[in-house]
């Protein structure tokens, strides 16, 4: 396997990424000036180097003046700033969708990045997605009254939001937590990351 090959296979581990597009993004790389691919591979390593994992929601965040710092408390600026609403928690699949609805500033609650969908034939869930992790947050948050499943429509998100209802089915029943999914509003195969603020806006207002 050539040099070619090596990042065409490494490309292609990207989310929605064929072997055809790997294989441009290749091809554009070596049409690019040794300027540019310098700058580009500092860039990927310093990425590691400034941000740090939340250890309450997951989320990625770039660390603040103080990386030794932030990056030992590993509380990123949605889960530490008092101005969130404590009471409502939105689970998603990934932290790009978080980001879309933070941008949207349609929702001021919290979030929990599940790490993916369940498979619909799938053994070992639990390896898969963070439901453990999920279940203790719920049950160490005391403020929590709603929990809002927003997952892709799409039958894997559907799937999942089935999942995750019966996991933490009999946690939320013994401290009255409110479980909802997102409404009307998003159209079924729609990604999360992809919805405008209207969609989300609504999705939210109907959630049921």
């Known amino acids: 396997m050539d040099i070619i090959d090596k990042l ?10 064929g072997e055809r597009q790997a294989r441009r993004f290749v091809y554009f790389l070596m049409s690019r000036t040794p300027a540019y691919n310098e700058n580009l591979t ?21 660390v603040g003046k103080n990386p030794t710092k932030d990056r030992a408390s590993k509380i990123c600026d949605i889960c530490s700033n ?40 799938e053994k070992n869930t639990k390896k898969r997605i963070r439901i453990e992790e999920l279940k203790g947050k719920i049950k160490n948050d005391k403020k929590l009254k709603e929990i809002i499943l927003a997952f892709s429509i799409s039958p894997q998100g559907d799937h999942t ?20 999914s997102l409404g009307k509003g998003l159209s079924t195969g729609t990604e ?17």
């Open 8 to 17: 065409t296979e490494i490309f292609k581990e990207f989310p929605g990424i």
């Open 42 to 62: 500092g860039l990927v390593s310093e990425l590691k180097k400034e941000i740090a994992q939340c250890g309450e929601c997951f989320r990625f965040f770039i």
């Open 82 to 121: 008092i101005h969130t609403d404590s009471s409502i928690l939105m689970i998603v699949e990934k932290d790009s969708d978080l980001e879309s609805v933070k941008k949207s500033r349609v929702y001021n609650g919290k979030y929990f990045i599940l790490g993916g969908l369940v498979p619909i034939v």
């Open 161 to 180: 939001d089935s999942y995750v209802r019966e996991q933490i089915k009999d946690i939320v029943e013994k401290l009255k937590i409110k479980i909802s």
């Open 192 to 208: 999360l990351e992809y919805s405008d603020n209207d969609t989300l806006k609504n999705a939210l207002k109907n959630r049921q």
